[in-house]
């Protein structure tokens, strides 16, 4: 996830924040005015005129790379079971290879992921496609030192392609953090999102301003991340109350808790639907966090466990 949102005392430390409900001018942890019927939404003060198909009525689940508490991270394996699961959201990592292959991979290096050493610059797509991407993989409470908590290991588990996840999932909402943080990481995403006629229904995240105002010079029609003047600006909005201010970003990324104080609430929630901005929150896990987040009416969490969610959503689709 895009880090940062904690609250105005360390907004200046945050390289990239989607500067709406991340800025604090509104005391965070003010939950009145939620809704407690279990639906999550009260259109009346969350108006949605579908222009924006992160803010579909409903929450959203989005599995964090894939679902990472279930399934090795960031692999098709992930991506195909908490989507058939009920899920709603691709979520995925991207970094560059060195013969320019855009692949879902979290770290800079492989050896976390795969057990072998490696820089995933530094290697071809071929070289990394024969690593084990399940390798790692360990069930929640398991020795990680015992081969028998390793389900996924040694089958077949491989490191995927950004073309390979778009041609097998062409109408499902991404949401991509651009991990590798060059400016030539830009051109070889937008050339696959351009082919893949993806535009509308995309997110795309860095850390990288500068990465972010060029993904926006060639790919204008993506959804991105802010970069610190957006920040800026919806600070001064918000101080202001100004129910003109038309964000630069439709979907912003706040934590649902930094340091032990909750930051989303229903007023951010509200002041931040009334200008058209999905709320996306990360990473949440705790079922009773979650039944919150959905009472409030958030537009989708990211969670390691899918299957959690879909429970409380009543939405599964196979067994959860």
Known sequence: MVPGFAAIAVVVAVVVAIGVVAIGV???????????DGSGIDED???NDGSNPF??????????????GLFPENTMLAFQRSIAMGADVVDVDLRLSKDVVVVAFHDATTDRITGTAGS??????????????????????????????????????????????????PSTLLSVDL???SLDMVQPVC???????????????????GQILEFRRQCPDVRTSAIMGDVYAS????????????????????PFRNDGRQLVDAESLAWAHRHGV????????????????????????????PNRLLKILGRCKTEC
């Open 120 to 169: 995933i610059r530094a290697m071809t797509f071929e070289q990394l496609s024969v690593l084990d991407a399940g390798w790692s993989f360990t069930t929640a409470g398991s020795d990680p030192l015992d081969d028998d908590s390793h389900p996924y290991r040694d089958k077949d588990v491989s490191i995927p392609t950004f073309e390979s996840l778009l041609d097998e999932f």
């Open 45 to 47: 003060i969350l108006p």
């Open 278 to 305: 999905a709320i996306l929150t990360w990473v949440v896990n705790d079922v009773d966090d979650m039944q919150l987040l959905v009472d409030l009416g958030v537009d989708g969490i990211y969670t390691s466990y």
């Open 26 to 36: 509104v005391p965070w942890g003010n939950n009145s005015g939620a809704t407690q």
């Open 191 to 209: 050339d696959l999102l351009r082919a893949h006629q993806r535009f509308n229904d995309v997110f795309v995240g860095s850390n990288s301003d």
């Open 55 to 68: 803010r579909t009525g409903y929450t959203l689940v989005i599995p964090h790379g894939g679902g990472d």
């Open 179 to 181: 991990k590798d943080e």
């Open 235 to 254: 600070r001064d909005a918000r101080a202001s109350n100004d129910r003109n201010f038309v964000p630069a970003v439709t979907v912003d990324q706040p």
